[in-house]
């Protein structure tokens, strides 16, 4: 069993920046592949970027290509979403997610799940 704990989202003015972290326990995190999903009220989990286990490959959403990076620290046990130039179609609840062998970018793929984080972006 995985246990992954996101850390507080928050509320941030437009064209500003915010970094997620969630961290992992329970399994060998460079065994891991990661991903960050987000969901606003009655809309379907979405997809915002994923890692593999070594932290070399990398997938985006295209609404998020060139402003978030994704990345993970696995002597930390700990992966990373770094938001940039955000804007106020960002807000949602950010997901941290995990799954055992390569990356997908659907949310029925994942295996574990945090709790879920609010970011806020105001106009």
């Known amino acids: 069993q995985v246990q992954l704990v996101e850390s507080v989202g928050g509320l941030v003015q437009s064209g500003g920046s915010l970094r997620l972290s969630c961290a992992a326990s329970?399994?060998?995190?460079?065994?891991?592949?990661m991903g960050w999903f987000r969901q606003a009220p009655e809309n379907e989990r979405e997809f915002v970027a994923a890692v593999m286990e070594s932290g070399d490959d990398t997938v985006y959403a295209d609404s998020v290509k060139g402003r978030f990076t994704i990345s993970r620290d696995n002597a930390k046990n700990t992966v990373y979403l770094q938001m940039n130039s955000l804007e106020p179609e960002d807000t949602d609840v950010y997901y941290c997610?995990?799954?055992?062998?390569?990356?997908?970018?659907?949310?029925?793929?994942?295996?574990?799940w945090g709790q879920g984080t609010q970011v806020t972006v105001s106009s």
């Open positions: 329970g399994r060998t995190f460079s065994s891991l592949n």
């Open positions: 997610a995990a799954k055992n062998d390569g990356l997908s970018l659907y949310p029925r793929a994942y295996d574990y």
